[in-house]
């Protein structure tokens, strides 16, 4: 979650004023700032492509690019959106939610009106500028270190965008014969799993590389930063607020897309088969638990819950060591996917894709989830949705 004041943590818990304006961009250099937003929203999904895309309504016809150096015309310029808390001292305490090319803008024009509709954007972050951007040429990169190599993958495209690594990700030399071809990307997303990371470009439109994020048994409650409660009065004797934020909560039991195994497939450095590694579900009390002394070539030696395998590829990967690491981390992917949670909440739009939050249900009931995806509004609506996932057997306890 982006660092914001207690006091506006508190805001969101009450009725407030908030602000969402954009500033427009080209070349680096501003060129219309505040400009006005009356209605839109941004979608951020960790699992996808491009983690933040959205579309704004600007508050003024005139807007719409009618010529290629219109301050709107999709050939470069991008929006940096702000939302804030208007406070009632006269003061406003402002989040940016990303850096964002524009894709295009539409209006859509009625008889009545001489100067045509609001003009709608749509936008995505910058990783789509680099996903564009693809070879034109198949590339080697044998030799490279892979950290450097994934920011001058980067770079090479959004020159002034930063990279950072979180601490505690080891780097490696890409394996001779690596080629790149096709989605810059892609070949990003290869460096990123090679460190059993996830990289993303992050609301300063800079990118960040951390670690996969992870949920387990283990998870101590202090590790959510921000809780989704009800207030009834059976939650707040569990511990939630008197003004809770959860308006309405749909929980899934499914085994659609859950996975209790992970296969991990590198490159072969010579002529012999390339390297495989494992990762399971081990752990007893789970219902997606693959089984005792793991047979990976027998699915009838794990659980009554069947063995549902996910197959993972990344060609810098050499050794078993590395697939095998590349593998659990893939896991934590899919952990928890079988209890999932579709909610409709007062926004927050300081939380990040991948941030661990805890729901206080109207019973009282509490549990941790990992937080997927969400929709930040832009408009008139006051909750934001999305969907978490959670330990199946948390519920029930375990230690």
């Not at 003024?60 to 991008?78: H, K, M, Q, V």
């Not at 270190?145 to 780097?171: C, E, I, M, N």
């Not at 300081?350 to 941030?355: H, I």
Request: charged share 15%.
């Amino acid at each position: 979650m982006q660092s914001v004041s207690a006091r506006f943590l508190t805001a969101l818990r009450g009725p407030y004023n908030y602000v969402v304006t954009a500033d427009l961009w080209y070349s680096r250099a501003l060129v219309v700032s505040n400009l006005p937003i009356v209605d839109g929203s941004i979608s951020v999904d960790r699992t996808s492509k491009v983690r933040r895309s959205g579309t704004v309504t600007i508050g003024d016809p005139t807007f719409f690019p009618t010529f290629a150096n219109s301050p709107l015309a999709p050939y470069g310029a991008e929006l940096n959106v702000k939302w804030g808390i208007a406070y009632p001292d006269g003061t406003t305490e402002r989040i940016s939610l990303g850096w964002f090319r524009i894709q295009d803008v539409s209006q859509e024009t009625a008889p009545a009106q001489s100067s045509g509709a609001l003009p709608v954007v749509t936008f995505m972050d910058r990783s789509q500028a680099v996903d564009d951007a693809s070879f034109v040429d198949p590339i080697d990169r044998s030799g490279w270190d892979v950290k450097p190599l994934l920011t001058h993958l980067v770079q090479d495209v959004v020159s002034y965008a930063g990279v950072s690594f979180a601490s505690g990700l080891t780097s490696g030399t890409v394996p001779g014969g690596t080629v790149f071809d096709g989605s810059r990307w892609d070949a990003v997303t290869a460096c990123a799993g090679y460190l059993n990371a996830d990289a993303y470009f992050d609301v300063t439109g800079n990118v960040t590389v951390v670690p996969v994020p992870v949920l387990s048994q283990s998870t101590p409650t202090s590790a959510a930063v921000w809780t989704m409660d009800a207030s009834t009065p059976a939650a707040v004797a569990a511990g939630a607020s008197s003004s809770g934020v959860l308006v309405s909560a749909k929980r899934t039991v499914s085994r659609a897309g859950v996975y209790n195994c992970v296969a991990a497939y590198g490159a072969s450095t010579g002529s012999g088969s390339p390297p495989t590694g494992y990762a399971c579900d081990t752990d007893p009390r789970s219902p997606t638990y693959f089984g005792p002394s793991p047979n990976y070539g027998n699915p009838a030696t794990s659980s009554n819950f069947g063995a549902q395998v996910y197959r993972y590829t990344n060609n810098l990967l050499t050794t078993p060591a590395q697939c095998a690491a590349a593998a659990q981390t893939q896991l934590a992917n899919f952990l928890g996917l079988a209890r999932s949670l579709s909610f409709t909440v007062c926004p927050n739009p300081a939380l990040e894709a991948g941030d661990i939050i805890q729901v206080i249900y109207p019973d009282g009931k509490a549990e941790l989830h990992l937080l997927d995806s969400f929709t930040i509004p832009l408009g008139p609506s006051s909750t934001f949705s999305g969907s978490t996932r959670t330990l199946t057997y948390q519920l029930s306890g375990g230690t």
